[in-house]
């Protein structure tokens, strides 16, 4: 069976970080990066226009 490309990033990172990743946590581990890549492609996927500019001051 091959592995799967985000089981391939969560070992190389783990790696890299010297940080043990359990196997009970290895489905968490994927869920949470499918979301986040989830999130991360509908921003990249919003179109701006090119005179966008960042607000000078944020508020809530």
Known sequence: MAAEPLDDYIDAVSKALALPVEDAWRSTIRANLEVSLRLARLVD????????????????
């Open 45 to 60: 996927e919003f179109a701006l226009p090119d005179e966008t500019e960042p607000a000078p001051v944020f508020s809530v």
